[in-house]
């Protein structure tokens, strides 16, 4: 009796590990039939989400003309928005991707930032965007500095979607 115990447990280990399926690399049979999630979603539910796989779609908003790979996909009512961090092995995007969707697959990161890291972000965001005068980013990011400053929230925290694959559509 403890012979057949032995055998359906390791059977039934065996089957488990098999049949799991990888979601950290996708395949592309495995990405063929996903629903892509909007920021709203994404945001609404990062803390469930935080360093897993995740698939998200969006209009691209912001390129990065300053070296970095990277660029912003909006909400749906253009009141959010992803950072995307586009790594080694991808291209520098094209500024003419600006206004396109795009479906993004990576891991969702987030950043806290203190007062001091918000105000260096800001300065720095100015001076790369100085060209361009104040907009409605900066601004927000001055609020919430102020916010940080009064003492009605302890940090800032941001996230990104650090890509392991994208499509324009």
Known sequence: MKIINV???ITTLV?????KQNT?????????NITYIT????????NGLLKDTVYVSGIIDHVCKHGNKRFKILSSNGNQDIKIELGESFEMPNPDIAGKT???????????MDADMLK????KEREEHKEEGENAHLSKLQEILEQIKAGEILYYTTYSV????????
Do not use: R
Request: proline share 6%; glycine share 2%; net charge negative.
């Open 120 to 123: 260096a972000m800001i300065n």
């Open 15 to 19: 089957l488990s590990f098999s049949c």
């Open 102 to 112: 795009a479906k993004i697959v990576g891991i969702l990161v987030p950043y806290n």
């Open 162 to 169: 650090q890509a392991i694959k994208y499509e324009l559509e």
């Open 39 to 46: 920021v709203e979603d994404v945001l609404q539910n990062a």
């Open 7 to 9: 055998v359906l447990l």
């Open 24 to 32: 950290k690399n996708p395949t592309p049979e495995q990405t063929a």
